[in-house]
């Protein structure tokens, strides 16, 4: 007799089958793939044994993209067609790329939602879709090595991302027909794979130099909890710069004036390779056999000392950012107990040795920086689909920069500060600045800076339908939502009433790490200047409201309550608050304020005695 199985309710047929998760670490100049098989997390290989997937992608006409390898043979002789590292495009405007066109053969577009768009023979792409395509080729990747589709992905991002930018890469990801377990932080994804695989306790320093990028993080970690105390880093900052800082060397060197785009990125093939090179030899060797020129400069050599003056400048500024990120966690050198490298430029052996004499210590390399990403990555995915029924792990990030609203005079009320864990949920409560008022406009925004023309718009969405009260009376409250992939939610609700609406914030396009960085500098350098502002606009605000309120009372009772020189008091010293209302002294303003209210405290006095004789005529004592 055959045993029929059973399940129980809600769970498959095959409750102990495990299910198939992947970390894909989708990086600026190479990606990777990874899951976790036997307890152990591995990176995988395509057919030929090939781990690290170049992040290249060429379009023909009418055929399939190239992804990888083959597109990476052609960055020379077919570069408009060739897109790499689409990482440092994904979630920027057309403004922002267009200052990357002269460095780059792309030919940019614009499209109707402010996205850019290139130019290739197999028509449009945006980024977004040029990241998918990279995706899908991984996917494809862990399908096969795994032997069946995929419940699910962890996607590892910078911890500078913004939400325009993680949005795009989930967007991408969606495109690729995978579904997001959960976008995790690049250095919270090292930290996984070395907490996890070391069993390491206490604080870290993540320091993560990939090919275009360059993250700096401070985590605690403990019992498996891993809190990110603090995110920094440096604008667009990388590999890339330590190869135009060999290429341009060489240039001095050969006396060459100008590069076209064949040329340049030959060049930039030939200075990586050196560098990679030097991480093993004393002396590297730039080949020009193949120089797409009339003439082919002399090979030139590059001592490992050579090296290490080209690669200093570029360091120096990794290593400001990591102190400034130790400052904002409040923490010295001496209480990181391990520093963990990430990403491929971290192979340079002056990058790892600045670094350790920074720390006082060796930093972390006992696994493969290309790898630790992804592996990290790969951890986490099997816990989130339930392979590890029994480990305990919470991942605490941060977010990168303060969210907030524009209130009146244009100034940002920040509601949830930048360096909070996600995810994370704030509230506040904010009232009507009119009698009557029906409606509230809300201003998202995202930045350090006091006022809103400093700062990032977001979004923007209305409450409509508010009971017409006084002003001040409504309590409208906006909540603030930002879930585990650091995507935002905004609410706003009218208590009394109820009338509430909602956005969920997807802007098309997002900051750039430079441009997140400076607004993170220009909070710091101009923190006076801020401050002065804001009270400014704040006694601007209040004058406003004061004069108003004047004003309708004047228009109502002036000519019965007032005679005609304390109606001309009134006037005048209104047109004084008017005047230096006007001006950009927001003492003046205040003390012109207190002026204004003291001249009209006999004239509000007499309205209320007034309303309150209204009020009582007609009616006996007794009755009262």
Not at 179 to 187: F, I, W, Y
Not at 266 to 284: G, P
Not at 341 to 366: D, I
Request: charged content about 25%.
């Amino acid at each position: 007799m055959a045993l029929l199985q059973i399940a129980e309710p809600g769970q498959s047929a095959k409750p102990h089958q495990r299910k198939l998760a992947v970390g894909i670490d989708l990086g600026t100049t190479h990606s990777l793939v990874a899951t976790v098989r036997s307890s152990n997390a591995e990176t995988l290989p395509n057919s030929a044994g090939e781990h690290l997937l170049p992040s290249v992608v060429r379009y023909r006409l009418d055929e399939l993209p190239q992804v990888g390898a083959k597109a990476l043979a052609h960055v020379v002789d077919d570069a408009p067609n060739t897109i790499m590292s689409v990482k440092r495009l994904m979630g920027r405007g057309l403004e922002d790329v267009k200052r990357l066109g002269e460095n780059t053969p792309y030919v940019f577009e614009s499209c109707d939602n402010g996205m850019p768009m290139l130019r290739t023979a197999a028509g449009l792409k945006s980024p977004v879709q040029v990241s998918a395509d990279i995706l899908r080729v991984l996917a494809q990747r862990g399908e096969a090595s795994l032997g069946g589709e995929l419940v699910g992905a962890v996607i590892t991002v910078p911890a500078y991302f913004d939400d325009a930018q993680r949005q795009a890469t989930k967007d991408a990801a969606q495109l690729a027909g995978i579904q997001v377990l959960r976008l995790l932080n690049e250095p919270t994804a090292a930290a996984v794979a070395y907490g996890l695989d070391s069993e390491q306790q206490g604080t870290i320093a993540v320091f993560d130099l990939g090919g275009g990028t360059f993250d700096i993080s401070v985590l605690r970690m403990h019992q498996g909890v891993f809190e990110v105390l603090a995110t920094g880093g440096d604008s667009a900052l990388g590999g890339d710069d330590f190869d135009h800082a060999i290429a341009s060397w060489v240039c001095a060197q050969r006396g060459i004036d100008s590069l076209d785009i064949k040329q340049q990125r030959f060049l930039l093939r030939q200075a990586r390779a050196a560098k990679e090179c030097l991480s093993q030899l004393a002396v590297a060797n730039l080949s020009f056999a193949g120089w797409p020129g009339a003439s082919c400069p002399l090979d030139i050599e590059l001592s490992r000392a050579q090296l290490n003056e080209l690669l200093d400048p570029v360091i120096a500024k990794t290593l400001r950012a990591t102190k400034k990120t130790l400052r904002d966690a409040g923490l010295s050198v001496a209480e990181v107990g391990e520093v963990v490298m990430v990403g491929g430029s971290t192979r340079a052996l002056r990058v790892q040795e600045k670094v350790g004499e920074l720390f006082g210590k060796a930093p972390l390399t006992s696994i493969d920086p290309d790898r630790v990403v992804a592996l990290g990555a790969a951890r986490q995915a099997d816990v989130l689909v339930g392979n590890q029924a029994g480990e305990e792990m919470l991942l605490l990030d941060v977010l990168p920069l303060s969210l907030g609203l524009e209130t009146m005079g244009g100034l940002v009320e920040k509601v949830i500060d930048r360096n909070t864990p996600i995810p994370v949920a704030r509230a506040q409560d904010f009232t009507t600045y009119q009698d009557g008022q029906t409606a509230m406009a809300i201003h998202v925004l995202q930045g350090e800076r006091d006022l809103v023309q400093s700062c990032r718009s977001l979004s923007r969405f209305e409450l409509r339908g508010i009971p017409p009260m006084a002003a001040g009376a409504a309590k409208i409250r906006v909540t603030f939502q930002v879930d585990a992939d650091g995507l935002l939610e905004v609410s706003a609700r009218e208590l009394t009433s109820g009338v509430a609406a909602s956005v969920q914030v997807k802007p098309s396009y997002g900051l750039s790490e430079d441009q997140i960085a400076e607004m993170i500098k220009a909070s710091w350098s101009n923190v006076e200047e801020d401050r002065s502002a804001r009270s400014l606009r704040e006694q601007q605000v209040e004058a406003d409201r004061l004069l108003e309120a004047i004003a309708a009372a004047m228009q109502a009772d002036a000519e019965r309550l007032l005679n005609e020189a304390e109606q001309q008091l009134v006037v005048t010293q209104m047109e004084a608050l008017i005047a230096a209302r006007n001006g950009d002294d927001h003492h003046a303003i205040a003390k012109q304020i207190e002026v204004l209210s003291k001249a009209t405290d006999e004239f509000a006095a007499r309205r209320m005695d007034d309303s309150i004789k209204k009020a009582l005529a007609g009616q006996a004592v007794e009755d009262l």
